[in-house]
C-alpha cells in the first residue's frame, strides 16, 4: 500500500471516530433530556391530579348519573389540558436549549433528513448568528460523507427554529414546530401514556 493509500484510511478511520462520538453524545443527550422531562411531566400530572380530585369531589356531591358524566368530561379535559401543556413545554424547552445542546441537536437532525445532492439549509438570522464556529463545517462534513453539498443561508424569513432543507424543488421542514406539528398525534398518544399509563 503506498503512503496515500495509508493518509486516506487514517482520515477515513478518523472520520468515522469522530462521527460515532458525536452520534453517541446526541444519544445521551436525548436520553438525559427525556428522562429530565418525564420527570417534570409527573410532578405537573400530580398537580393536575389533585385538582381533578378536587373537581370529582364536588361532583359527587350532585346526582350520581349527572355527576359521574361531568366528571368524566372534566377528567378528559384535564388530560387533554396536561398533554397539549407538556407538548408546549417540551417544544419550548427545544428551541431555547443552551447554544451547544441546540446546534448539537440540529446536527443530529440534520444527519437524519440530508441526501445525496446538492442543497441549501436555510435556517435564521437568529441562529446563524449564535452558531459554534465549526457548525457549519459538521454540515458541510456530514453532506460530503453522504455525496452532497451544503450551503447554508438566512434569507428566508419564515424560518425561526431549526432550519428547512431545499433540494432543488424539494423541501423538507426541520424546523421545530413543524417537527411537532407533523408528529402531534403520537406525541400525544407518547404523553398520554407517560402521564397517565
Do not use: H
Not at 24 to 29: L, P, R, V
Not at 80 to 108: G, H, T, W
Not at 110 to 118: A, G, H, L, P, Y
Request: some cysteine; proline content about 1%.
Amino acid at each position: 500500500m503506498s503512503g496515500l493509500d495509508n493518509i486516506i484510511k487514517e482520515i477515513q478511520a478518523s472520520a468515522k471516530a469522530e462521527a460515532d462520538a458525536v452520534l453517541q453524545e446526541a444519544d445521551k443527550y436525548c436520553e438525559e433530556y427525556m428522562a429530565d422531562v418525564k420527570v417534570k411531566v409527573q410532578k405537573e400530572v400530580e398537580q393536575f391530579e389533585k385538582k381533578a380530585q378536587a373537581e370529582r369531589n364536588l361532583y359527587e356531591e350532585k346526582t350520581k348519573s349527572g355527576a359521574q358524566f361531568r366528571e368524566r368530561n372534566a377528567v378528559l379535559k384535564i388530560r387533554q389540558q396536561s398533554i397539549d401543556e407538556v407538548i408546549i413545554k417540551a417544544q419550548e424547552k427545544l428551541e431555547n436549549l443552551p447554544d451547544a445542546e441546540y446546534f448539537a441537536f440540529l446536527i443530529k437532525l440534520f444527519e437524519k433528513n440530508v441526501q445525496s445532492q446538492k442543497g441549501i439549509m436555510y435556517m435564521s438570522e437568529r441562529d446563524i448568528n449564535r452558531m459554534p464556529a465549526d457548525f457549519k463545517e459538521k454540515i458541510k462534513k456530514i453532506a460530503e460523507q453522504m455525496g452532497g453539498q451544503m450551503t447554508i443561508l438566512s434569507d428566508r424569513e419564515s424560518v425561526n427554529n431549526g432550519f428547512i432543507l431545499a433540494y432543488g424543488d424539494i423541501e423538507e421542514n426541520c424546523q421545530i414546530k413543524a417537527l411537532f406539528d407533523a408528529d402531534i398525534d403520537r406525541l400525544k398518544d407518547i404523553a398520554n401514556q407517560q402521564l397517565f399509563g
